[in-house]
């Protein structure tokens, strides 16, 4: 399976601190993407990094991509307590269907005041 | 725009009961999918539509079934409602090869199969 794995599966911090998230995947990418999930809500779009960037940038969130490893990292950096969330990262495959993304199981980040 | 919308947010039925899932989008998105969230598994891919008119199998399809008649709307057809159903569903949908893959999810249905 292409699917991604994060890791932690959970994360448990204090306001302030930074927050790293790892995911590994398995066969090779166009791209991989972030996203977050707030309890019983929808998932919503973080960031996307493109396989041939290292390094991309938004707001406090910093994400890497090394394909060699085959594994990118997501840091939020001065976390909040509104960070409290589970985030997943998603890849594409080259040589799937276009469009179709493999969503790994998730971190679940919580963050107290 | 409304984005994905999703109906019902619950629904609740019993084994052998057949309901459908509703999922609009006014994006004018050509990619449309369905995924179903359980506890510790993550997001699985049950159909997904490249178009009006094409539909494919995902990770999970049994006891699914999909049609994409507008480049609206993406209906989920459960045919015969079993426990094992019981889940979150969410429907996603992008466009297809432009300057970002992001998906856009809608809310979610709630579902329990008694």
């Known amino acids: 399976s292409q699917q991604g794995e994060e890791d932690p599966q959970a994360l448990s911090i204090q306001e302030g601190e930074n927050a790293t998230m790892n995911c590994s995947y398995k066969?090779?990418?166009?791209?991989l993407q972030w996203y977050r999930q707030n309890s019983g809500r929808g998932l919503v779009h973080l960031i996307l990094?493109?396989?041939?960037?290292r390094e991309k940038h938004s707001g406090r969130l910093r994400v890497t991509l090394d394909t060699s490893k085959k594994s990118s990292s997501l840091l939020i950096t001065a976390s909040r307590a509104a960070d409290t969330a589970s985030y997943f990262c998603a890849t594409d495959s080259r040589g799937s269907t276009l469009g179709r993304l493999y969503f790994g199981r998730g971190t679940q980040l919580t963050v107290w005041p | 725009n409304a984005g994905v919308t999703q109906t019902p947010k619950f629904q609740v039925l019993k084994t052998g009961q057949s309901m459908t899932l509703q999922c609009a989008q006014d994006?004018?998105?050509?990619?449309m999918s369905w995924y179903r969230q359980d506890p510790g598994m993550g997001l699985r891919l049950i159909h997904y539509?490249?178009?009006?008119?094409?539909?494919d199998q995902g990770e999970v399809p049994n006891g699914y079934n999909v049609s994409r008649s507008t480049t609206e709307d993406f209906p989920l057809r459960l045919l015969s409602a079993a426990p094992s159903q019981t889940s979150v569903y969410f429907c996603?949908?992008?466009?297809?090869?432009?300057?970002?893959?992001?998906?856009?999810f809608g809310p979610g249905t709630r579902l329990t199969v008694l």
């Open positions: 994006m004018n998105h050509e990619y």
């Open positions: 990094i493109r396989s041939n960037e």
């Open positions: 996603a949908s992008s466009f297809l090869g432009g300057p970002t893959d992001t998906q856009y």
């Open positions: 539509s490249v178009g009006a008119g094409i539909t």
């Open positions: 066969t090779s990418i166009n791209n």
